[in-house]
């Protein structure tokens, strides 16, 4: 069997605890006492531990198994959770990490052997460990003794009970006679194991390559099926010796347990005998002592299966029912639903044709039953393509956690709407910019302890990071309550660079201001660090975010704070659209931007700063005419009403002129590539019901 195979579990799996040592670490940090949170990290150092020794990244093994060593003495009570220790610990995840790059990138963990951190580990397990008091020391031998004794008694040497078939006695006496060992072995799988066929055959792996397994109890299909409890038994033939063959079948991740022994032919064939002697007096005697027994029995069995339940109750996590799929056949079922798509609205269009012989009533029932189909089919793929960003953010608060520490600022970072679901290549790659706008909300938003507390703020700085859903878009907010942007030494900067005149600069509205930190290579830092300031921030930001079909808006008052606001689409792939006409060319609008539609006389435009607009319930609207925006010859026909699709983005709107409105429809978005790259008001293309290409309209960026 190839270990190889069982790569991406690793991953995936070491993503997990890493992910999960890291939260315990940072909870451990602020309740250092708190034996949960030990006891957690000492599992799942231990497992990640056992999953390294099993794939064979033996240094990663020797890392956490030091890791799993302080933790077994932090359980005891040996030792103390210290700030000191904390940073260590992390150092350690760090490599940890590392390792993890490497496996991905080559299958091999490297050859850093990250000397210093494990001294730096065992520096502070012996300081801390060092006083161990002689009576301790003298009564761990005794409780070390009364665990083994406990453990044997929870753990069977299950071997004896397999039935031997003749060919299996044969194998095992030919093996006797050419001097090889035959070991018996029974491995007991934790009961919170989700993959045991995985890990049994990681046991398997791991021993064949020291001999030949003989016997296999449940067979290895049964094993393959996942037919067994938690534990299966197994006959091996090698020169090894026993410690190493159990050495190698615990250093798998998840074992509970193992137990086995040197056996022979004799002493096996003596048990079996001993077993059929046993089940014939049974038999015999069944008939006369069924009452007196089964009285006193039958507690015992009731005790026992109560137990099982209460163990079964109490050690069975409950999960989530989940299945990992590759991220490809997601895409590959979402473009197959798009082409169901194009085909209903391909026969909607068919049906609609005047003329059309097809008019019958069962053919208008069969085109709206295929229309809730699909529709239904949209919802549950777009369903299973939703992830929550919890994966993307539960890694910053460490992430704030050491730049407190680098740039000596105290900060918290407080997260809320975690559980925000987003399509999954959204939440991909909506990571990096979030990560940037912390950094820089940290670094150039928050200020010194010095300054706040002269300002009358709380020397602790805050930042926020708030996911919602509002309407198809999901907005994530980054706030802090530092200093805001200084727009006047913005201007100063953007002056300096030629991008504005002095006089020009005075005209401009704080946003137009705060609009050149986008630009490239427009950094404000006076210092070049490694945090922030290298000319790649906020530009990378937004041109990322607008990748994605979003936008990213900021919100300032000096003193007070700064706020970036990212909106972005819920899904990437199938949406909801207005389908309009301008001229003779159609345009799709996304219904998720649209707050109404309106019949607009041409008598009611008014105009500000020699700019269209209207005036609608209390609100002044400005017109946009999308043919100047599209670049078309003025029309020469004079109308009396406009038709005006009031567009929303946030709290700004603004109305678009359009000739025709053809009505709601579900369209695909198809990437249009790098043709029309330039101009970003157009987002993609669909393709209509005749076949039509029209072209989507993208309302953020004309607001």
Do not use: W
């Not at 949960?36 to 150092?45: G, Q």
């Not at 930001?541 to 606001?565: H, P, Q, R, Y």
């Not at 567009?647 to 700004?652: I, L, S, T």
């Amino acid at each position: 069997m190839d270990v190889s195979q069982y790569l991406e579990i690793f991953i995936d799996e070491t993503n997990e605890h890493l992910q999960n040592l890291s939260d315990c670490i940072m909870s451990l940090e602020k309740d250092p006492e708190n034996m949960d949170t030990i006891n957690e990290i000492f599992r799942a150092a231990h497992s990640l531990k056992g999953m390294a020794g099993t794939m064979g990244f033996k240094r990663m093994q020797h890392l956490t198994h030091d890791m799993e060593n302080v933790f077994q003495e932090v359980r005891s009570g040996n030792m103390k959770v210290t700030s000191g220790l904390v940073d260590v610990l992390f150092q350690c995840l760090d490599a940890i990490d590392a390792y993890l790059e490497n496996v991905k990138e080559s299958s091999d963990e490297g050859t850093e052997d990250n000397e210093a951190i494990i001294q730096e580990l065992n520096d502070i397990l012996a300081a801390e460990t060092g006083n161990v008091s002689e009576e301790k020391t003298a009564a761990a031998p005794q409780q070390e003794e009364k665990k083994e004794e406990a453990k044997n008694d929870e753990y069977e040497k299950r071997y004896f009970s397999v039935e031997l078939s003749e060919k299996e006695k044969d194998s095992i006496k030919s093996a006797e006679e050419r001097g090889m060992n035959v070991y018996g072995i029974t491995v007991y799988i934790q009961e919170e194991c989700l993959l045991k066929a995985a890990r049994a055959f990681l046991v398997f792996k791991a021993v064949e390559d020291y001999g030949n397994i003989l016997v296999y109890y449940p067979s290895s299909q049964d094993i393959e099926d996942e037919k067994f409890e938690n534990d299966f038994s197994f006959f091996l033939e090698t020169e090894a010796p026993l410690e190493k063959i159990m050495e190698v079948s615990k250093a798998v991740s998840e074992i509970a347990e193992v137990v086995g022994e040197k056996v022979n032919y004799k002493d096996l064939v003596a048990v079996a005998e001993k077993k059929e002697t046993a089940e014939v007096e049974t038999e015999k005697t069944a008939p006369v002592a069924v009452a007196a027994p089964a009285e006193k029995t039958a507690p015992a069995k009731t005790q026992t299966k109560a137990a099982t339940t209460k163990k079964q109750a109490a050690g069975k996590p409950v999960t989530n029912r989940t299945v990992r799929v590759d991220i490809e056949k997601l895409d590959a079922l979402m473009n197959q639903v798009s082409e169901l798509i194009i085909a209903k609205n391909s026969l909607v269009s068919i049906s609609s044709t005047e003329g059309s012989s097809l008019q019958s009533q069962t053919f208008h029932e069969q085109i709206e039953y295929l229309e809730r189909i699909t529709t239904n089919l949209h919802e549950s793929v777009m369903k299973v393509r939703m992830v929550p960003i919890e994966s993307v953010v539960n890694k910053f608060p460490r992430m704030i956690r050491d730049l407190s520490k680098k740039l000596n600022k105290e900060m918290e970072l407080i997260m809320t709407g975690e559980d925000t679901e987003l399509d999954r290549t959204v939440v991909d790659q909506i990571g990096d910019p979030l990560q940037h706008l912390l950094r820089n909300s940290a670094d150039h938003g928050l200020e010194s302890g010095e300054t706040r507390r002269k300002r009358g703020k709380p020397e602790k700085g805050t930042i926020c990071l708030n996911a919602f859903q509002e309407g198809n878009n999901v907005i994530i907010e980054v706030s802090d309550d530092g200093n805001g942007i200084d727009t006047e030494r913005v201007k100063e900067k953007a002056i300096e660079r030629g991008l504005v005149t002095p006089e020009q600069a005075e005209a401009l509205s704080q946003k137009e201001i705060i609009d050149f930190l986008f630009m490239p290579s427009f950094s404000m830092a006076k210092q070049i660090t490694d945090i922030s300031g290298r000319g790649v921030g906020l530009d990378v930001v937004k041109s990322n975010i607008e990748a994605l079909g979003g936008d990213v808006e900021v919100k300032s008052v000096m003193g007070e704070g700064t706020k970036f606001i990212v909106r972005l689409p819920l899904t990437l792939a199938i949406i909801q659209a207005l389908m309009v006409e301008v001229h003779d060319e159609k345009y799709a609008i996304a219904l998720g931007s649209i707050q109404t539609i309106e019949d607009i006389p041409v008598s009611e435009i008014k105009y500000v700063q020699a700019k269209e607009v209207i005036h609608i319930r209390g609100s002044v609207i400005p017109l946009i005419r999308l043919e100047k925006v599209l670049d078309m010859e003025p029309t020469e026909e004079e109308k009396e009403s406009l038709t005006v699709v009031i567009v929303k983005k946030g709290e700004k709107f603004a109305g678009l002129v359009v000739d025709n409105l053809m009505g709601q429809q579900e369209i695909v978005i198809k990437s249009i590539g790098k043709y029309i790259n330039n101009t970003k008001i157009i987002s993609g293309a669909t393709i209509l019901g005749d076949g039509e290409v029209a072209l989507i309209l993208d309302a953020n960026v004309l607001l």
